[in-house]
C-alpha cells in the first residue's frame, strides 16, 4: 500500500498540487487520471520520489518515504518497478541486457541465476526468443512489454507506469492493461498507472483517482464513473471519447 498525506508540489511559485491525500491500494490497479496540466504526472512522480515534495508525507506501506535520506530511499527503490511512458530502452542493448539492467545494478546473483529471472520474466510477458533482437527490432507494444519484464524482474512490491499505453492502437492497449493487471493481482503488488485513456480506466480501474487542476477531485472504481454527477469528470470523459473518435477518423478506422 501507498498513502499520500496532504501533499503540496510548486514549480516557480505555481501550485501544481494542492492538498492531495489518497490511498493506493495493495494487489490493486489504481488509476490517476486527468486532462493535460491537471498535475497527474507530477503526483506519479511525487510518489515515486522524482519530485521532492514542499509538504505532506508518503507512506510505504508503514514507512514515511517522504522522512528518508538518499541512502534509505535507495532501500526501498529496489522495490519498486517503474514503466517509462516510450519504455526507455536502452537502444544499444539487447532485449535481455534491458531486463537483466536492474540485477546488474542492486543484486550479487551469478549470471546464470540472472539469466533464469530474465527469462522467466520475457516467458511472463510472452516474449520467448527475443533476448537477442535490439528495441530497433520490435514493435510498440514488445517495447513495452520488454518495459514491463524489465519492471518486475526485481520482483516488486510497488508498480509505477507512466501512460504505459500511449502511442499503442486499441487493441495492443488492451493486451498491456490486461497484462498489468494480471501482474498485479497474480504477485499482489501495489500498483500505480497514469492515464488519459479512458478504455484503460474501464478496462482495468480498479481504483481511480481524478485529478483537476491540481486537486483530488474524485475518486472511485470504474464501475461508478458510470453513475457520477461529477460535472467535471464527466466533461473529461466526454471529451475523451469525442478525440478518440476523431484520432480514429483520421486514420480511416471510422467511417460517416
Known amino acids: 500500500m501507498i498513502r499520500a498525506e496532504h501533499i503540496y508540489k510548486s514549480f ?37 520520489g522524482l519530485h521532492t515534495v ?16 538518499f541512502k534509505e530511499r535507495k532501500a526501498i527503490r529496489q522495490h519498486v518497478g517503474m514503466i517509462f511512458q516510450g519504455g526507455a530502452l536502452l537502444d544499444s542493448s539487447t532485449v535481455e541486457d534491458n531486463v537483466k ?19 522467466f520474466c520475457l516467458q511472463r510477458v510472452n516474449l520467448v526468443n527475443a533476448n537477442r ?45 490486461n497484462l498489468i493487471q494480471e501482474i498485479t493481482q497474480e504477485y499482489c503488488i501495489t500498483t500505480i498507472v497514469n492515464t488519459h485513456e ?15 487542476q491540481g486537486k483530488k477531485w474524485w475518486e472511485g472504481s470504474k464501475n461508478d464513473i458510470l453513475d457520477t454527477d461529477n460535472r467535471e469528470l464527466n466533461d473529461f470523459v466526454f471529451a475523451s471519447s469525442i478525440a478518440k473518435k476523431f484520432k480514429a477518423a483520421e486514420k480511416g478506422l471510422v467511417t460517416k
Open 12 to 48: 516557480d511559485g505555481r501550485t501544481v498540487l494542492e492538498d492531495i491525500s489518497a490511498v493506493f491500494d495493495q494487489g490493486k490497479t489504481n488509476l490517476i487520471i486527468g486532462q493535460s496540466g491537471s498535475g497527474k504526472t507530477v503526483l506519479l512522480k511525487c510518489l515515486v
Open 101 to 119: 539492467l536492474p540485477l546488474d545494478l542492486f543484486t550479487d546473483q551469478t549470471e546464470e541465476e540472472k539469466l533464469d529471472r530474465v527469462n
Open 133 to 177: 533482437l535490439y528495441p530497433a527490432e520490435l514493435s510498440g507494444g514488445m517495447i513495452k512489454r520488454v518495459a514491463i519484464a524489465r519492471a518486475i524482474v526485481l520482483n516488486p512490491k510497488y508498480l509505477f507506469c507512466d501512460e504505459p499505453n500511449s502511442g499503442l492502437d486499441p487493441m495492443t492497449s488492451v493486451v498491456i492493461d
Open 54 to 69: 514542499d509538504s505532506g508525507d508518503i507512506y510505504y506501506n508503514d514507512t514515511d518515504f517522504t522522512a528518508l535520506d
Open 198 to 212: 479512458m478504455n484503460s480506466v474501464m478496462e482495468i480501474g480498479e481504483k481511480v483517482i481524478f485529478i483537476y
